[in-house]
Nanobody, 121 residues
Framework: EVQLVESGGGIVQPGKSLRLSCAAS????????MSWGRQAPGKEPEWVSG???????HYADSVQGRFTISRDNRKNILYLEMNSLKPEDTARYYC???????????????WGQGTQVTVSS
C-alpha cells in the first residue's frame, strides 16, 4: 500500500529555517511527480511546491525564493527546505503523490497525515 509519512515539523521563530522530510513506500517513487501542500485552520488547501520525475522544480509564488524542494530516489524521500519562514507559513504540511498523467502538480491521488509547522515569535 502507498504510504507517505511526513516529519520535521515544529515551532520556529520568523526568519528561521526548517527541513521537512517525507518517507515514501509502497510504490515506485522515482516514477511519480511529487508535491508538498499545506493547509491552515479555516483556510483552503494550498499547493506549495512540486518536483517532477525529471527533477524539474515548481513553487507557489508565496514561497518562491525561500523554499527548496528535492528528492532522493535511492532512499525514497521527498524533502522541503524552508528558509526565511514567516508567520503566514504556519500550516499543516502534507506530502503528496501527483496523479499519473496529470498536467498539473496540485492533483493528488495519495497524501500523508501531515506535519505541523508553526512560525511564531
Amino acid at each position: 500500500e502507498v504510504q507517505l509519512v511526513e516529519s520535521g515539523g515544529g515551532i520556529v521563530q520568523p526568519g528561521k529555517s526548517l527541513r521537512l522530510s517525507c518517507a515514501a513506500s509502497g510504490f515506485p517513487f522515482r516514477t511519480y511527480d511529487m508535491s508538498w501542500g499545506r493547509q491552515a485552520p479555516g483556510k483552503e488547501p494550498e499547493w506549495v511546491s512540486g518536483i517532477t520525475t525529471g527533477l524539474t522544480k515548481h513553487y507557489a509564488d508565496s514561497v518562491q525564493g525561500r523554499f527548496t524542494i528535492s528528492r532522493d530516489n535511492r532512499k525514497n524521500i521527498l524533502y522541503l527546505e524552508m528558509n526565511s519562514l514567516k508567520p503566514e507559513d504556519t500550516a499543516r504540511y502534507y506530502c503528496a503523490r501527483v496523479q499519473s498523467d496529470s498536467p498539473r502538480m496540485d492533483v493528488y491521488d495519495y497524501w500523508g497525515q501531515g506535519t505541523q509547522v508553526t512560525v511564531s515569535s
